[in-house]
């Protein structure tokens, strides 16, 4: 039985799935697609699970168009416990803060019959928020495209955490980077906000990306993409997966269509008689000139020479040569008493050459001296490098050893909120801060405690004051808070 061919007509659609045995399009749009762990997304995932169960704070979820935060919305919705309420809800352009609230109170049953404003709706979620602790519940609301929100519904949401050091309600918002600057701008210093950044592919991470989602489509063979060819593709897509999705799909089609050859067509009767009619007569041309060119060989062959009589030629009367005197001899002609022929001229002695000096530049009547030039004026001394500012805090991590971790408590983009939270904690001595950059501004974290490993750091959590547990703190390595120090301090 014949084996049906890979290739197709260009008009004829190609499903490469069947070719490279795969059970479902590995670049198609599926929000039940398994996720890929590997560039930070594992990372993020528990980082965010931790905080939304520990925290009260707001977290807010942050990433450039494109990059996956929806997929990982729905990630994390499914690896939630099952004794968390949750409400999830897609924001829009547009939304008014009471369809928002509505939405979040008819989740929880709290929506009651008659109409509500937006003022009863947010006492009525903070009222929930304390009943609902005291039973030991959590209830999470996760807002996706929350950069669509407008300014009141945003501040609505972040007054739910004004004042409350215990609640049973947490909020996720997940959004593009500018909503980070927005939260800010309310200025809540009592509100603490942990922002997770989830940072673009680089070129080998969306290699590894676009292997995995061909092999989760239960493609068994050898890696079909390679940094080299995923490159120009990377650099077009600019972090965008679907951009990127698009490119391998169309790779995939190209690489199963037949390259186009062009079909020889026949010649045409009438081009075949012309052509051999031309022939034809070349033929008899070069016959007729052939035989032509016989025939005045020949001719020229038979006809006789004629004879060239030679006549002597007289040879010209030699010229007399002079006769030529007799070489003089050197020694008798040197002799001043020899006779001197009269028809030969004397020849005087030739004085041996003297030695010469080598010629001497003229030296000039009236030596111009060029005038000096203006001396230049000499650059101002160029500024002495300052030395890098870096804090008592920041030395004192930058001493710990890199495989050590510490306990982040808080982040923030205020400086001044920041010195005022560690003034406020009963343990204020035992923390410290350090100034990193976050999407390009700065950014203020409070760390506490120096542990030989992540479970130790872990466990200490529970020796933390109430305000600091309330937080969410999560083990760091030392390895990279000491590199986000040199990076910002320059060293």
Not at 118 to 144: C, H, K, W, Y
Not at 476 to 490: A, N
């Amino acid at each position: 039985m014949a084996t049906e061919s890979p290739y197709r007509e260009a008009s004829e659609p190609v499903d490469y799935r069947q070719y490279y045995g795969l059970a479902q399009d590995p670049f198609a749009d599926d929000p039940e697609y398994p996720l890929f762990t590997g560039a930070g997304r594992r990372a993020l995932m528990d980082q965010l699970l931790h905080l939304s169960q520990f925290s009260s704070s707001l977290l807010a979820v942050l990433g450039e168009p494109g990059t996956g935060k929806t997929r990982i919305a729905r990630v994390f919705i499914e690896s939630l416990p099952e004794e968390i309420d949750h409400c999830f809800i897609t924001a829009w352009d547009g939304a008014e803060p009471e369809q928002i609230f509505t939405a979040i109170m008819e989740t929880f049953g709290l929506a009651g019959p008659e109409p509500k404003g937006l003022g009863p709706m947010v006492a009525g979620l903070r009222r929930f928020s304390q009943s609902a602790d005291e039973l030991d519940n959590t209830a999470l609301v996760i807002i996706d495209d929350a950069h669509h929100l407008d300014d009141k519904t945003l501040a609505a949401l972040v007054s739910l955490f004004q004042g409350q050091q215990d609640g049973c309600l947490h909020l996720v918002l997940i959004g593009e980077p500018s909503l980070i600057q927005r939260l800010d701008s309310f200025n809540m210093p009592d509100v603490m906000i942990h922002d997770l950044v989830l940072e673009p592919m680089t070129l080998e991470e969306a290699t590894d990306y676009l292997n995995f989602r061909i092999e989760m489509a239960d493609y068994l063979g050898p890696e079909i993409f390679t940094e080299d060819g995923v490159e120009p593709w990377w650099r077009r897509a600019e972090g965008h997966l679907g951009r990127l999705h698009q490119q391998a799909h169309q790779w995939l089609l190209s690489s199963l269509q037949e390259p186009e050859t062009p079909a020889r067509k026949p010649l045409p009767v009438i081009h075949i008689i012309a052509v051999a009619s031309l022939l034809t007569i070349l033929a008899l041309a070069f016959l007729y000139r052939s035989g032509d060119s016989d025939r005045a060989s020949e001719t020229l062959a038979l006809e006789p020479v004629p004879e060239v009589l030679e006549t002597p030629v007289e040879a010209p009367a030699p010229t007399p040569e002079p006769e030529s005197a007799p070489a003089p001899d050197p020694l008798t002609d040197a002799r001043p008493d020899a006779e001197i022929d009269p028809q030969v001229p004397a020849l005087s002695p030739v004085p041996a050459p003297e030695p010469q000096a080598p010629p001497q530049a003229e030296a000039p009547s009236e030596p111009t001296v060029p005038a000096e030039p203006a001396p230049a004026p000499e650059p101002p001394p160029a500024p002495a490098p300052s030395a890098p500012q870096v804090t008592d805090d920041e030395q004192r991590l930058l001493s710990w050893r890199a495989s050590d971790y510490t306990l982040q408590l808080l982040g923030a983009s205020s400086e001044s909120a920041v010195r005022d939270f560690i003034q406020r904690q009963p343990n204020r001595a035992q923390l410290l801060s350090f100034r990193t950059q976050r999407q390009g501004n700065p950014w203020y974290v409070v760390v506490t405690g120096r542990f030989s490993d992540a479970d130790s750091a872990r466990a200490a959590v529970a020796n933390l004051p109430d305000a600091q547990r309330q937080a969410g703190p999560w083990a760091r390595p030392l390895s990279g808070i000491q590199e986000e120090i040199e990076r910002e301090r320059g060293l």
